[in-house]
């Protein structure tokens, strides 16, 4: 274990600077951890619909190398050359948030509440969430955005304007989509990022509030959105249709108890459909029970605390920004995911990273974790 941790150091050596160990390992050791609990939430569904127990294991696999390679990639751009290019990717990111919408193109998927939604892209065999990669894109104009603002000394510029118009644009697309779990993400993101740059607290508090109104109309008078807030307030009403994913949760994590049921005993999972995607946190549970979900959980805030002290050290300011979106990001994935699958909130449709099954989702997690690894990379780093 050794040798392999010694000569996974030495491939992403930096010339005289390598990234941090703590950080190769924990980033391993939830991909590896993610392999083993989607397996096991994704074996029923694989056998029922591919008549194959290894399909979403041999998909997610396969995506996972590609995620690898990806983050090696990552971690040795200069993460200045990506914002460089951020205003592109931005545009980019518009092309693909659109082409959701295109007969032919965009995959369109209907749902319980009626309501039909835009979130993939299908050319022929191959489908991509659009949404997903457009984080990257977004996290580094924002942060080249926010390096640059200065609230003391607002001069409303063209570029400037053109700026915001396009963040909002792409904040529309994805609540078109819609997208709500990401579009969540995004503005605590972008929230953050107004703090960092300076905005006074007390006008930002006076800002939120003064929306909250709009977002309350938004969510709980639009469609679909008002009938997930009725499911979230009594999902047993609704526990033979639109509620029965939330209510199966509650039944797995109750069954895994203390120390979680066998894996492999034939029963766990079978009434919790498509287990492995946004609710694998239920089945890991439910294999694992509550202690599991304990060591989890520290798992986790080791990995986001490691980064956090990384972060702190770094001296450039425009990395600072960007890591910390980067870090806010996922911090905030990771909690909403929770919420959702514990019925603190509503439903989002929102992915656990590392562990639910999907492509786009794990490949931006690893783009993400690359470009951070190339702004904290450290060379003999002792905390």
Known sequence: MKNTFVFLQNVFKFGSSRIDGPFLYFIFLLFGLGIIVMYSASVHPAEREFSNPYYYLEKQVLWGSVSVFLFLVFSKIPYEF????SFLLCLLSVALLAAVFVPGLGKSVGTSYGRSFNRWIQIGGFQMQPSEFSKISILLFLSYFFYNFDFKKVIWDTKKIVSIILILFILLLIVVEPAFGTTVEILVVLFFFVL???????????LGV??????????????YRKKRIEIW?????????????????FRAFFDGGSFGRPIGTGYSHRYLAYSHTDFVLA???????????????CLVLFFLYRVYALLVRTKDKLGFFLGSGILILLSIQILLNLFVVTGIVPV???????????????LTIFILLGILANITRRENLVL
């Open 82 to 85: 990506l914002v460089r290019w």
């Open 196 to 206: 960092l740059a300076g905005f006074p607290i007390k006008r930002l508090v006076l």
């Open 210 to 223: 003064s929306i909250l109104p709009l977002l309350l109309i938004l969510v709980t008078q639009v469609g």
């Open 233 to 249: 307030l009594n999902p047993y009403q609704y526990r033979f249709d639109e509620g029965h994913q939330l209510v199966t949760s």
């Open 283 to 297: 089945t890991f549970v439910e294999d694992f029970g509550f202690l599991g979900f304990f060591c989890f959980f």
């Open 348 to 362: 989002t449709g929102i992915s656990l990273p590392f562990l639910s099954y999907g492509g786009s989702s794990l």
